[in-house]
């Protein structure tokens, strides 16, 4: 079989992170390399910073990277993109336009007879009640069209200042904090509860945390947290048979 990647976290259009435009191009020049080599891509969230979508109206730019998910998928990749936190809001845009599968809720898939079980990580067990509040207003159908009649000129200009504020205080807070153990990453400890119930998992691939993590749950089961396109550009692959994470690595766009 064709070779299936996952990748996550690159945050485009964040106003607070330098070389966005290089980091897209980063981004691309990827997809590009493994066009011939994949028979999937899966992107687990947060590809965009911010992402809201009007009947008729999306925000403005990562031109670069549709027409690269168009091209896959117009080559018979599947590219399958998950909502994320930050982007919660995609409707049938990327769906009808892109050709991607859409997906936002966790799914279970299998490849030579392993099973995956893959998500953006948000909700995961995470322990901040201030995320989950948010997360559970962000997700309200009622304010989501709500924030719908405000004119895309005011909102979409409010969601980017207001993702940027959040990366900025995140910053001076320390950032995401590096791995802190089996017994204190959310998404370590979500996995090997819903291994008691579901054994038959085998990997488990998240995003979210923006660490890079490849932890043995058991003699079977893996755990991987994919990093980021932000500073690591980091991926995984599975080939058939091994699954690795694996690091991006391009001179002409480095940073």
Known sequence: ????????????????????????????????????????????????????????????GYTRLLGKLSELTDLGVEVHYFTGNHDIWCGDYLVKECGVTLHTEPETVEWSDKVFMLAHGDGLGDPDRKFRMLRSVFRNRFCQRMFSCIHPRWAVDFGMAWAAYSRRKHSLEGGDPPYMGEDQEFLVRYAKDYLKVHSEINYFIFGHRHIE???????????????????????????????????????????
């Open 1 to 60: 079989m064709k070779s299936v990647y996952f990748l996550s976290d690159a945050h485009l259009g964040c106003r607070s992170l330098p070389h966005d435009r290089t980091r897209e191009r980063r981004l691309v020049h990827f997809l590009d390399s493994v066009k011939d080599k994949a028979s999937a891509v899966y992107l687990l969230g947060d590809i965009f910073d911010f992402w809201y979508e009007y009947k008729t109206v999306v925000p403005r």
């Open 213 to 255: 993590l490849d932890l043995m749950l058991s003699r079977s089961s893996r755990v991987l947290i994919l990093g980021d396109w932000i500073t690591q550009f980091t991926y995984a692959v599975f080939d058939g048979e091994n699954l690795f994470l694996e690091n991006y690595i391009e001179g002409d766009t480095a940073l």
